[in-house]
């Protein structure tokens, strides 16, 4: 059965960069995404990409910020994230889904869920 495992979660300061990856352990649905849940929040859609085309699309408090890419060679997803907010801080999970909009509909429809890593962003 195929995983995802996220990777590259930590501590930074209001304003730094982090970079996560998600590794996938065999082949994926076309669409990938990351999530993140804050303590008490539910969880939300961050970004997206789609493995084909390699089509992007983000979540409004993290366009312009934040990055997603993809390296099918790897079966790897990143997200960079850069000018971090501490509104930022939260658990991030990968997701694989057949559609772009499996992932960004309310509630997701996500085929496959990563554990998380977690991201802590200090003032």
């Known amino acids: 059965q195929v995983q995802l495992v996220e990777s590259g979660g930590g501590l930074v300061q209001s304003g730094g960069s982090l970079r996560l990856s998600c590794a996938a352990s065999g082949r994926t649905n076309y669409a990938m995404g990351w999530f993140r849940q804050a303590p008490g929040k539910e969880r939300e859609f961050v970004a997206a990409f789609k493995w084909n085309d390699g089509y992007t699309y983000y979540g409004d408090g993290v366009k312009g910020r934040f990055t997603i890419s993809g390296d099918i060679a790897k079966n790897m997803v990143y997200l960079q994230m850069d000018s971090l907010k501490p509104e930022d801080a939260a658990v991030y999970y990968c997701?694989?889904?057949?559609?772009?909009?499996?992932?960004?509909?309310?509630?997701?429809?996500?085929?496959?869920w990563g554990k998380g890593t977690l991201v802590t962003v200090s003032s």
């Open positions: 997701a694989t889904a057949p559609l772009i909009p499996s992932l960004i509909g309310k509630p997701p429809r996500v085929t496959l």
